[in-house]
């Protein structure tokens, strides 16, 4: 099975433009941004999507968010929409677990 993009930029085989890192996950900006500021978080740990999360990965899940919040405040956003799209229908494009957090424009509502 060959790696996803985001497995390969994890590796440091794709470059990126990192705004955090540790032994969970990685955020990252998104290279098609759907809002002024949109990143990526995303686990090291393969989770090909949302519905693949075991129990034993809920101290990971919560993570994600945790650090999604630690750099929206560094880059000056308290206003922001979190979105895990989960399997092809949803738009999900890379299978390989990421929380997209947007800021920096009004969202409506219900989304897409």
Known sequence: MSKTIFQKIIDREIPAKFLHEDDLCIAIHDVSPK???HI????????PTLNDLKPEDAPLAGHLFLVASKVMKEL??????TVFNCGAGAQQTVFHLHLHVLAGREFTWPPG
């Open 40 to 47: 990526l978080v995303i686990p090291k740990k393969l989770v």
């Open 35 to 37: 809002a002024p500021a």
């Open 76 to 81: 000056g956003h308290t206003d922001y929409r």
